[in-house]
């Protein structure tokens, strides 16, 4: 069992490190009432526990470490706070919260490290052959529909087409701007970060095109955010 955290009201306060872990929560995380003791939970669920502990360190309480099951290589932190639960719950968080989630509201300056949270969480950074790909996953159509606009709306990068993939969805963003949307979230507004998913993305700034993109691909806004990304 999670023991209490000291740090009860870090969902309450936005900093980068509250909104990057908003981020990978909503994507890995869980939040529960256990039934025989009342007791609230925050569960955040990652394949690499050094980033575990991380995050556990960026929440700054008290928190209980273990692997899903004893085969697995899956590990759990949980947090045992009323406060922190019910912060969550404000921000739009819920339990069973996969396929009905949609996207919070967050002050502009952050939303780069909640969209990196999420990433690290369930996204992905690949190459297809030699182009580079950026791809987020979800239950919830309406949360990637969200985070497709929000991201537009500041940085220029047009939001992707919503593609069905088995019972989840996925948006996913290409060459160029793959590249425009790795320097804004690895690059420009750095915080914390799963390391491998930032050496792919620093590998990414270093991609250059080998024909000139499509016309409509660079906005006029991606010009004026990314002039260092694009193509000369």
């Not at 870090?10 to 990057?20: E, G, L, N, Q, S």
């Not at 939303?111 to 979800?138: A, C, E, M, T």
């Not at 993305?201 to 660079?218: M, N, S």
């Amino acid at each position: 069992m999670g023991r209490p955290a000291r740090s009860a009201d870090f969902f309450r306060v936005w900093t980068p490190a509250m909104a990057y872990v908003l981020g990978y929560w909503w994507t890995d995380g869980c939040m529960r009432i256990k039934s025989d003791t009342g007791a609230h939970m925050i569960e955040i669920a990652s394949n690499d526990r050094d980033h575990l502990e991380l995050l556990a360190e960026a929440i700054g309480g008290n928190y209980h470490l273990r692997k899903v099951a004893i085969t697995s290589n899956t590990y759990v932190i949980s947090f045992c706070s009323k406060e922190m639960y019910q912060d969550i719950l404000a921000h739009g968080g819920t339990p069973r919260k996969s396929r009905t989630i949609g996207f919070p509201e967050l002050p502009d300056e952050f939303l780069s490290h909640f969209v990196r949270g999420v990433i690290d969480g369930d996204g992905s950074l690949v190459w297809n052959g030699d182009r580079p790909v950026i791809y987020i996953y979800s239950a919830s159509s309406v949360f990637l529909e969200q985070l497709g606009i929000a991201v537009e709306k500041l940085t220029g990068i047009p939001s992707p087409n919503l593609t069905p993939n088995r019972n989840n969805h996925y948006i996913k963003w290409s060459t160029t701007r793959a590249k425009c949307l790795a320097a804004w979230l690895y690059e420009q507004h750095r915080g914390i970060a799963l390391e491998r998913k930032a050496t792919i993305a620093d590998a990414f700034l270093q991609w250059h095109p080998k024909k000139r993109p499509e016309q409509g691909t660079i906005t006029d806004e991606m010009r004026r955010n990314f002039p260092d990304y694009l193509p000369k």
